[in-house]
C-alpha cells in the first residue's frame, strides 16, 4: 500500500542551525515526491518538488530510492522557516492524486 | 495569482444537521480536492474531481458526498454531522492531466457539537 510518513510531529532547532525533516516513502511505482509547507495564518503552499531539483528558500530535498526516503534539509535554519511541513506522495494508479504525510512542526528559536 | 476561496471560515454545526462547505476556483482548473487535516493525522483526501459533474472517492469518504455542478464550484457536503467530522476542511484545485501543483483554500474550520 501507498504511504507517507513523517516520523518526527515536532522538530525545534536553534537559529542558524542545520535542519533535515525526515520523509519516508512507500509505493510500488516510480514515485513523484513533493514538500508543502503552511506558515502560521497562510494556506498551504507548494514548496518544492523532486523532480524540479530546485533550492527554494534554502531547502533542497533529494529522492533516495534505495532507502526510500526524500528529507528536506537546509543548512542554516531562519526564524522565518517555523512553519508545518507535508510530504507528500503522487500515487499514478489512482489519478495522481496526493496522499500526505502526518506533517512536522519546525520551530526555530532565535 | 489562484484563487481558492472557501465560504467560510468557521463553522460550528449540530449533530445530525446536513452541512454544505463551498469551494471556489478562478483559475479555470480541471481539478478540484477536498482534505480534511488533523493534528497527527496530516491532510485526509475525502474526495476529488477531474471534471464538471464528475467525482472520485478519497481515501476516507464516508459519511461525505461532493457535488460539482459548475467547473469554478466544489462543494461538500455532510449528509448528517457527526462530532467525529470536527476538523479543519481544505479545498484544493489544480490544472492538467496530472495536477503539477496543489493551490489551496485557507480552510474551513468546522465544529461540530
Known amino acids: 500500500a501507498q504511504r507517507v510518513t513523517q516520523p518526527e510531529k515536532l522538530l525545534s532547532v536553534f537559529k542558524g542551525a542545520p535542519v533535515e525533516l525526515k520523509c519516508n516513502y512507500s509505493?510500488?511505482?516510480?514515485?513523484?515526491l513533493f514538500w508543502y509547507v503552511q506558515y502560521s495564518r497562510q494556506r498551504l503552499q507548494l514548496l518544492l518538488r523532486?523532480?524540479s531539483r530546485e533550492s527554494i528558500k534554502g531547502f533542497t530535498a533529494d529522492l533516495n530510492k534505495g532507502e526510500t526516503s526524500f528529507h528536506l534539509k537546509k543548512p542554516f535554519a531562519q526564524e522565518e522557516d517555523s512553519a508545518m511541513y507535508y510530504c507528500?506522495?503522487?500515487?499514478?494508479?489512482?489519478?495522481?492524486?496526493?496522499?500526505f504525510g502526518q506533517g512536522t512542526e519546525l520551530s526555530v528559536k532565535p | 495569482d489562484v484563487k481558492v476561496t472557501q465560504s467560510s471560515r468557521y463553522l460550528v454545526k449540530r449533530t445530525g444537521e446536513k452541512v454544505f462547505l463551498e469551494c471556489v476556483q478562478d483559475?479555470?482548473?480541471?481539478?478540484m480536492f477536498w482534505y480534511r487535516q488533523d493534528p497527527g493525522l496530516g491532510l485526509r483526501l475525502i474526495y476529488f474531481?477531474?471534471?464538471?459533474?464528475?467525482?472520485e472517492k478519497g481515501d476516507i469518504p464516508e459519511g461525505y458526498s461532493v457535488s460539482r455542478e459548475k467547473k469554478e464550484r466544489f462543494s461538500l457536503i455532510l449528509e448528517s454531522a457527526s462530532t467525529n467530522q470536527t476538523s479543519m476542511y481544505l479545498c484544493?484545485?489544480?490544472?492538467?492531466?496530472?495536477?503539477?501543483?496543489?493551490?489551496f483554500g485557507s480552510g474551513t474550520q468546522l465544529s461540530v457539537l
Open positions: 484544493a484545485s489544480s490544472s492538467g492531466t496530472l495536477g503539477e501543483k496543489l493551490f
Open positions: 509505493y510500488s511505482g516510480s514515485p513523484e
Open positions: 523532486h523532480i
Open positions: 507528500a506522495l503522487r500515487v499514478y494508479n489512482q489519478g495522481g492524486k496526493l496522499i
Open positions: 483559475m479555470d482548473h480541471e481539478n
Open positions: 474531481s477531474y471534471d464538471v459533474k464528475m467525482k
